[in-house]
């Protein structure tokens, strides 16, 4: 079962930043929070990960509260090629072999 | 990011044939593939999980005689789709678990229409 909530749409214009928030009330310890994304008729594409520190790579910023019982993420400007359903995932990182879990995700709407 | 083909993109088939779906991880490793499976307008159910040289590991509901997982090398897996019918039309994607072992990559999908 998804360990996660998201909502399940959001919009957003062009070029402005697009933030996507996630709970996760029951993550444990020793669990990661991932974040792919899904455009239309492709592999979902990872973005991002991260434990307890906000995180940051060439497309995104991850922001997790201190307590971790939620996440954001964040893409800075937002352009029309980054229309998709967004995927927030909790996984226990040292269990190798584990799969992903895909909940419902965010479908998050880029227009100009 | 690690690269994960799939191969074919795109088929047809007709009722009652078989149909064999490759997922290769181009420039790593991967111990443990995944193949998963998603119907229109929902999100990706996990079908099975593949170990390098065993069997795979199938999810409830999950035939498995149906959907032969064969994982024969660290690179390729192979999913076939056994006796196929126009139910198992769906878009099949693989992936494999990254060299360190913290992050899967995911294929770009094949999409299965069956007449």
């Known amino acids: 079962d998804a360990k996660t909530t998201q909502p399940p749409s959001m919009d957003c214009a062009e070029g402005r930043a697009a933030n996507l928030p996630c709970n996760h009330s029951?993550?444990?310890?020793?669990?990661?929070v991932y974040w792919y994304r899904q455009i239309h008729s492709q592999g979902p594409q990872y973005i991002i990960h991260?434990?307890?520190n906000n995180e940051t790579n060439e497309m995104a910023s991850l922001i997790i509260t201190e307590d971790r019982k939620s996440s954001t993420l964040i893409l800075p400007h937002a352009t029309l090629r980054d229309t998709a359903v967004y995927y927030c995932?909790?996984?226990?990182?040292?269990?190798?072999?584990?799969?992903?879990?895909f909940g419902k995700g965010t479908t998050l709407s880029v227009s100009s | 990011g690690a690269v994960v083909s799939q191969h074919p993109s795109r088929v047809i088939c007709k009722s009652g044939t078989s149909v064999k779906i490759e997922c290769r991880s181009l420039d790593f490793q991967a111990t443990t593939m995944f193949w998963y499976r998603q119907f229109p307008k929902q999100s990706l159910m996990l079908m099975a999980t593949?170990?390098?040289?065993?069997?795979?590991?199938?999810e409830q509901g999950v035939e498995k005689d149906k959907f032969l997982i064969n994982h024969a090398s660290l690179t390729l897996s192979t999913l076939t789709v056994t006796s196929a019918h126009p139910e198992d039309s769906s878009f099949y994607i693989c992936s494999g678990e990254g060299p360190l072992g913290d992050t899967q990559y995911f294929g770009p999908g094949t999409r299965l229409t069956v007449l």
């Open positions: 593949s170990n390098e040289g065993s069997k795979a590991t199938y």
């Open positions: 029951t993550i444990s310890g020793n669990e990661y």
């Open positions: 991260g434990l307890k």
């Open positions: 995932i909790v996984r226990v990182r040292d269990q190798a072999g584990t799969a992903l879990i």
